[in-house]
């Protein structure tokens, strides 16, 4: 019993993952101009949190507060990324242009894994690394950060849940490093 109780869970929930991954990418290839933003949210924002980052180590005047973002900031975002991929080795989930038709795919991608999404993380660790550091410059990393992630929904890339993943693993990753860090 308790098996199939689990079984429609899981069901139930990736159901409603792939629902709301159609509501976002539905929106793709509707209007130009958002699909361009979109796009480049999705490949290039990401650019965008390193240079807050730099321009966020050239504002502190503190040398071991400028280590300790390094430190942070670098670790986390390393970190994250060897951590998804591990996660992806134990559970490995397609993209969605993989296993969907009628998929606005505004990106070309390899059919490599989708959850947890690397960008999302990675935008993720920056964007609360940089939070830690400066609460200003931490909400504008931090809107990026949602900007990359709802973009590569947006773009075809990732589900919702691919995104969530990413980001529960940004926030353990960089709570663990300030831990250790402080």
């Not at 991954?21 to 796009?39: P, R």
């Not at 397609?94 to 606005?104: E, G």
């Not at 353990?172 to 402080?182: A, L, S």
């Given at each position: ?163 969530l993943g990413?980001?529960?693993?940004a926030i ?11």
């Open positions: 019993k308790k098996t199939l109780f689990d079984a429609k869970i899981y069901l139930s929930i990736k159901f409603m993952d792939f629902q709301l991954f159609q509501s976002i990418n539905n929106l793709a290839g509707k209007n130009i101009w958002l699909d361009s933003f979109m796009i480049f949210c999705a490949e290039y924002l990401i650019f965008g949190l390193f240079l807050i980052l730099i321009f966020l180590l050239f504002t502190i005047k503190e040398k071991k507060e400028k280590i300790q973002l390094i430190i942070l900031s670098l670790s986390s975002t390393v970190l994250a990324w060897l951590l998804n991929h591990l996660i992806s080795l134990i559970y490995f989930r397609p993209r969605p242009f993989a296993t969907h038709h009628n998929i606005n795919l505004l990106i070309q991608h390899n059919q490599d894994k989708s959850f947890p999404s690397d960008h999302t993380a990675i935008a993720f660790a920056l964007g609360l690394s940089i939070y830690l550091f400066n609460k200003k410059l931490g909400i504008l990393a931090l809107i990026c950060a949602l900007l990359i992630a709802f973009a590569r929904i947006f773009c075809g890339l990732h589900y919702p849940l691919d995104i990413g980001i529960i693993v353990m990753v960089v709570w663990g490093t300030w831990k250790i860090i402080k």
